[in-house]
Every structure is written in structure tokens, then in C-alpha cells.
């Protein structure tokens, strides 16, 4: 038996794609499964995505600047970040 701890996986452009897509197309939500914010391995990418949901789950359309406004008290000036996730 290995005592070997093991990284938990990630993968943070998929992460910023998933967020990406959202932002773009907020009826995607319905093709996410069971997707969580504690499923994301970077804490600011839960924190936007569990904002990004709670938002849709309300009935308000979400895009870059209401986003980054709700977002504003928790992580800052996130704009630029989420803006470059909606580009690509």
C-alpha cells in the first residue's frame, strides 16, 4: 500500500472555458450536468462560477460587466480576466 498523496486533478483552461461559454451563452447552463462550483480546481474560478450560477438560477442574464460588478467586493477589478475568458 502507497502512502502517496495524489495532486488533485486539474485543468484550468477548461476551467476558463466552461466560465467562457457561460458568459457568451447563458442558456448553456442547461447542458452543464451536475457541474459545481467546488468541481473547480482554482478558487476564483469557483467563486465566479458559483456567482455566474446564482445569477442564472435567479433569472438574470449574466455577461462580463454584471458579472464583474457582482463579483467586485469579492475578487477585485475582475473585468480584464472575465472579458479574456469571453473572448476565447
Known amino acids: 500500500m502507497s502512502n ?5 486533478p ?3 483552461d477548461a ?10 451563452d447563458n442558456e448553456a447552463v442547461d447542458r452543464l450536468g451536475d457541474l459545481r ?3 473547480f480546481f482554482l478558487s476564483d474560478h469557483a467563486v465566479i ?4 450560477m446564482r ?5 438574470r442574464s449574466c455577461d462580463v460587466i454584471s458579472l464583474g460588478d457582482a ?4 475578487l477585485g477589478d475582475c473585468l480584464p480576466y472575465l472579458n479574456s ?4
Not at 502517496?4 to 488533485?8: G, M, R
Not at 462560477?49 to 455566474?52: A, H, N, P, S
Not at 463579483?71 to 469579492?74: G, S, V, Y
Request: hydrophobic share 45%; charged share 25%; net charge negative.
Open 49 to 52: 462560477f458559483g456567482e455566474l
Open 4 to 8: 502517496e498523496i495524489k495532486p488533485l
Open 37 to 39: 462550483a467546488e468541481h
Open 55 to 59: 445569477n442564472l438560477a435567479a433569472g
Open 71 to 74: 463579483l467586485r467586493a469579492k
Open 85 to 88: 475568458m469571453a473572448c476565447t
Open 15 to 24: 476551467e476558463q472555458s466552461v466560465i467562457g461559454a457561460l458568459l457568451r
Open 10 to 12: 486539474d485543468n484550468l
